[in-house]
């Protein structure tokens, strides 16, 4: 019993207060059961809180045999039993939390997460949606709202969601980037490219913000700023041989041959199976430097792997005859 001037807990026996001494009053059984149930019930989310998942879900037992259609206490024990990794348990008490109480709008977004992890698509945003309605501060809601609406073409609803998550947490840069690809695959460079430098503004070292910005200022044909962030993504975060032949390409259209050359090798180096990279640099080896003997060791390479290469076969033909015509030539 809960002392009325000093909210202290007392046994259901005792007529007057532990702890201030204050004459408690006497009270019905039924209307017993209901303190029990909210000291049960607060007792329970307290152990939640401290991560004693098994010991929270017998405070909730009991708060639902008091009352079966006490929705925060299915709530809190499919919050605990997912905790304990046990998910069909705990969509059952979730749903029956909402079926006993349907403006419980927290417990609408977890059933639309575990929807989500079943690939329930469909499910899950159906969920997430409702839950949204009734909690919109929810941000996760809205982020994975985002991803799902992303995911089946959606880009206007995705936009939406993201920029809802960004509007309720606007130091978090990875939506940031979910939002640019959504911009980026709808032909929106520009929107695109403002989203991204945000990103990176929050975080310097954002890898795949840099990558996708880089692809983003190649679409508008501004290559000094694509190599430049392909560049940086490449000096700072894995090495990737595709990466390196993307910016060898960049270096090479701005007539920054050497350093092209050193990229093509590098890529090389990573990853020797891919034709087009020995075919570059073979071209930079014969076009820009009259390196013959390089450029045909190349081109051999790339033939080696793609045997029916057109353009390899027509400029090693070229290059080998001429190499006949230098070799000729110093023989007289």
Same mark, same amino acid.
């Not at 000093?6 to 532990?18: A, E, G, I, V």
């Not at 059933?111 to 329930?120: C, N, S, T």
């Not at 809601?141 to 920029?163: F, I, P, T, V, W």
């Not at 003997?293 to 033909?317: F, H, Q």
């Given at each position: ?36 149930? =909210? ?46 990794? #046990?998910?069909?348990?705990?969509? &059952?008490?979730? $749903? /029956? #939390? ?7 709008? *927290? ?13 329930? *698509? ?27 609406? =992303?995911?089946?073409?959606? &880009?206007? *609803? ?12 606007? @130091? ?24 991204? +430098? ?15 910005? #880089?692809?983003?200022?190649? $679409? ?10 392909? /560049? ?23 007539? $920054? ?7 093509? $090798? ?20 014969? +076009? ?8 045909? &060791? @190349? ?30 030539? /110093?023989?007289?």
């Amino acid at each position: 019993m809960i002392c009325p001037r000093c909210q202290t807990s007392n046994l259901d026996d005792h007529r007057f207060c532990k702890q201030c001494g204050a004459r408690l009053r006497e009270v019905g059984r039924k209307e017993r059961a209901r303190e029990t149930l =909210k000291e049960r019930f607060y007792r329970g989310v307290a152990l939640f809180n401290q991560g004693s998942f098994n010991a929270a879900i017998e405070q909730f037992n009991h708060c639902i045999e008091v009352d079966p259609s006490h929705g925060v206490s299915y709530y809190y024990r499919g919050m605990a039993r997912l905790c304990r990794g #046990s998910m069909p348990d705990a969509r &059952a008490d979730l $749903k /029956k #939390s909402v079926e006993c109480e349907p403006g419980l709008g *927290n417990a609408r977004v977890v059933l639309g997460i575990l929807e989500m992890i079943e690939a329930r *698509n469909w499910e899950a945003i159906s969920e997430l949606r409702k839950g949204l309605e009734l909690t919109p501060e929810l941000a996760i809601g809205h982020l994975l709202l985002g991803h799902l609406e =992303k995911e089946r073409g959606s &880009a206007e *609803n995705a936009l939406r969601d993201y920029e809802r998550f960004l509007e309720l947490v606007p @130091e978090e840069c990875v939506p940031f980037y979910y939002l640019a690809q959504t911009l980026f695959e709808s032909g929106e460079m520009e929107k695109c490219i403002a989203l991204l +430098t945000k990103a990176i503004k929050l975080r310097k070292n954002f890898i795949p913000a840099r990558k996708l910005l #880089s692809q983003a200022y190649a $679409k508008l044909g501004q290559k000094e700023g694509a190599a430049r962030e392909l /560049k940086y993504a490449l000096e700072h975060g894995e090495k990737d041989a595709r990466g390196y032949y993307q910016l060898g390409l960049l270096l090479s259209d701005l007539h $920054k041959e050497d350093e092209a050359i050193e990229m093509f $090798k590098k890529s090389i180096k990573l990853d020797h199976s891919v034709p087009e990279v020995h075919y570059q640099l073979g071209l930079l080896y014969y +076009t820009e430097k009259g390196l013959i003997k390089d450029a045909i &060791a @190349e081109l051999r390479e790339t033939l080696a792997l793609s045997p029916l290469d057109p353009s390899a076969n027509l400029i090693l033909g070229e290059l080998l005859l001429e190499a006949k015509d230098e070799e000729g030539g /110093k023989k007289e």
